[in-house]
């Protein structure tokens, strides 16, 4: 009997260590980027668990009886070693993020180390150390899970408290993942409904993030302007540097107000009873929390056995819900023509709905929620609508486009617009200051119209456009006539000290390094950014890859980059095309507008510009303009200093004519493209816009 139990008890350690304790502890470092629940995920790893157990001691009693006992025990404690090793210590994938478990790299350093360990410990099972051997998997698979254990217990408010608001003062921050703000700026020009949904807030049009992924851009927001990489080069060793400091969230919670965290903001929320876990804003049947909770498996295969095992897990997984777990919601993932991750990404927009349909006021003192929602990353997956369309291949196709970005873009601030209309709903809203942000912009290559597509240091997808944010801001009691629109230069590392000089407790507020967004003319505190960027072609969205660069905080921040002498600028002869032909576009329409309300065009010289030697030149070269009807004069996308490429204007003040000037390459896709634009007087020297009278100038 003993021996059986033995065997028994071995073989539920087995199934248990790869199947429950691996995977609960891969659950605990992800709790930020889960999409389900902690309770749904359990019930189904402890049914797998026992599912496993029996099985590997019926075929531990096989082999038993086939004389091969010494096979069965080593092979079990080999997968103990192995499971355990690669599990809680050395994972055999590289770091995930937004990249499905199948395309990570292999970390063949750890595989080295854990076929060596593992085949080591195993050899040792059959040795007189075979207690010393048993004793380090289970210390290290119960230290491990110590911490992890609390947490999981402890993570995951209830609905009913995250959707309730204080019915005397409440702080919003809605944030949505990859809106481009000048995506976002078109989409509010282009419809008055929602230009008259926000009237009350400041549309900060020049806004700048100082990273681009979305964690180190979190970072930076609640901690103010901070060069993190003083603290450290690795980003796993910067939350042991950070505890002294101050930061938005902690500082809510130090003065009583209620404060939940949605999303990656939890990784800086150090209470886990005030985090809500994603996935659980909406109701979901059995059949739905099977699918999502299985969902996460491939990420477990890719680090206990390389990203080749989950492509293998992610393959079988397809079948059986495609199979069996007919469900909606629980399809989406076997339908969905973008990433895997992307798939359950899309699902926060439900909980977005979800969560305006359930708000509700309670007696708190002061509610603070910060919200971010995935659904809005790159690719497009909903049109304007909100309806999720990425269930055709065909649609799919035909969206992943600059069009289709501002479409999913008006889904995004349709949803903002639903949100204030249930605070006033409410009669909350002259309650809340009201924050709708995103983390960063768009990728430089991904639509065929790129206004910023310049990338920096040779890496085609991190460029200037990915540093454009979302930034809008309503505090309390702001009642305009229209919104308005902030040219001035600042970064979403300003909210921290913004939000902490809006509070009640003022305290400390000088400890956040940054500007005022509500008095940005105000002496600035923050003169100079900490700017990540890749450091080269082979550097990617994580912090450990890039640099960090020190900008001055300069209105014309690409001129205040490439003086540093660190960022190299590449463009693609379309995309500086395209930029042209939209920053005259923007002149031009200023240019109507100004000779509407004064009845003539602005006068120049002869033909001005920003370094023109055909005129004169200055900064301010097209005069009356800004800011009355521009935000700000655009500047040729090489940031020449000489003559040539720029922009030049002439006017007599009753026609003119408007050209980037110098720009070959450009005129000569101008010439394919629209050849209308090309100016006749300068052949392929000049492309642009005039009135009628100045197409000979």
Excluded at 421 to 449: M, R, W
Aim: with cysteine; net charge negative.
């Amino acid at each position: 009997m003993p021996a059986y139990f033995k065997r028994l008890t071995l073989s539920f350690f087995a199934a248990s260590t790869l199947f429950l304790w691996v995977p609960l502890y891969a659950l605990y470092l992800s709790l930020a980027d889960i999409n389900f629940s902690i309770n749904s995920f359990f019930v189904f790893s402890l049914v797998i668990t026992i599912l496993v157990g029996f099985v590997f001691f019926l075929t531990d009693l096989l082999l038993t009886f086939l004389r091969l006992r010494w096979l069965a025990s080593g092979a079990l404690y080999f997968l103990i070693f192995w499971s355990s090793l690669s599990g809680l210590l050395l994972p055999l994938a590289g770091q995930a993020g937004m990249i499905s478990p199948e395309d990570l790299p292999t970390n063949y350093k750890n595989l080295a180390l854990v076929a060596s360990l593992s085949l080591i410990l195993t050899l040792l099972t059959y040795t007189k150390l075979k207690p010393a051997a048993q004793a380090f998997v289970v210390i290290l698979i119960s230290t491990s899970l110590g911490s992890a254990a609390y947490a999981l217990y402890d993570t995951g408010a209830s609905m009913s408290r995250f959707s309730g608001l204080s019915s005397s003062d409440n702080v919003i921050i809605l944030s949505f993942d990859g809106t481009a703000g000048n995506v976002a700026k078109q989409a509010i020009e282009d419809s008055p409904e929602l230009k008259q949904a926000f009237k009350d807030f400041i549309f900060y049009d020049n806004a700048v993030s100082l990273a681009p992924a979305t964690v180190a851009s979190l970072r930076s927001e609640i901690y103010g302007n901070i060069n993190f990489r003083e603290l450290s080069e690795l980003s796993s060793d910067l939350p042991a540097k950070m505890v002294d400091y101050q930061n938005s969230i902690k500082r809510e919670q130090s003065t009583g107000s209620d404060v939940m965290t949605y999303g990656p903001y939890s990784f800086f929320n150090e209470s886990s009873s005030d985090i809500i876990i994603p996935g659980t804003l909406t109701d979901s049947n059995l059949i739905e929390r099977s699918s999502i909770a299985l969902s996460f498996y491939p990420h477990i295969a890719a680090r206990i056995g390389t990203p080749e095992l989950a492509k293998l897990i992610d393959t079988q997984l397809r079948l059986l819900q495609k199979n069996y777990l007919h469900d909606l919601k629980a399809e989406r993932a076997t339908v969905h023509q973008g990433a895997a991750w992307d798939a359950l990404s899309t699902l926060q927009n439900e909980e977005v709905t979800a969560l305006i349909k359930n708000l509700h006021t309670t007696d708190s003192k002061r509610t603070v929620r910060y919200m971010h929602f995935l659904h809005t990353h790159f690719p497009v997956d909903f049109d304007e609508k909100c309806t999720y369309r990425s269930n055709s291949k065909e649609w799919f196709d035909a969206n992943q486009n600059y069009q289709g970005l501002k479409n999913e873009t008006h889904c995004a601030l349709q949803q903002t617009a639903d949100f204030i209309q249930k605070l006033k709903d409410l009669n909350i809203y002259d309650k809340t200051t009201f924050i709708v942000k995103s983390d960063h912009g768009a990728l430089a290559p991904n639509f065929d119209y790129d206004p910023d597509g310049i990338s920096f240091n040779g890496q085609p997808l991190w460029g200037y456009n990915r540093y454009r944010p979302l930034l809008m801001f309503k505090s309390r009691t702001a009642e305009q006539d229209s919104l308005i629109y902030n040219n001035a230069l600042v970064s979403l590392s300003d909210l921290a000290k913004t939000l902490c000089l809006q509070s009640t407790d003022k305290r400390k507020c000088d400890d956040f390094k940054g500007l005022d967004l509500l008095n940005t003319e105000a002496e600035d505190t923050s003169p100079k950014l900490y700017f990540d960027v890749v450091k080269d072609a082979t550097s990617s969205h994580d912090y450990d890859t890039q640099m960090t660069v020190v900008v001055p905080r300069e209105r014309d921040f690409l001129a205040a980059l490439k003086n540093t002498g660190k960022i190299t600028f590449t463009a693609s002869e379309m995309t500086q095309y395209l930029q042209r032909k939209r920053d005259l576009e923007e002149i031009r329409t200023a240019l109507e507008k100004y000779r509407e309300a004064k009845g003539s065009y602005p006068l120049s010289q002869a033909f001005d510009g920003l370094y023109s030697i055909w005129g004169s030149a200055a900064q301010n070269w097209i005069p009356g303009l800004v800011p009355t009807f521009l935000s700000t004069l655009p500047r040729d996308p090489q940031l020449s200093k000489e003559a040539t490429p720029q922009y030049i204007y002439r006017s007599n003040g009753a026609a003119y004519k408007l050209i980037s000037h110098g720009a070959n390459a450009s005129c000569k896709i101008a010439l394919r493209d629209a050849p209308q634009l090309v100016d006749p007087r300068r052949n392929c020297f000049g492309f642009g816009f005039w009135s009628p009278g100045a197409e000979g100038w």
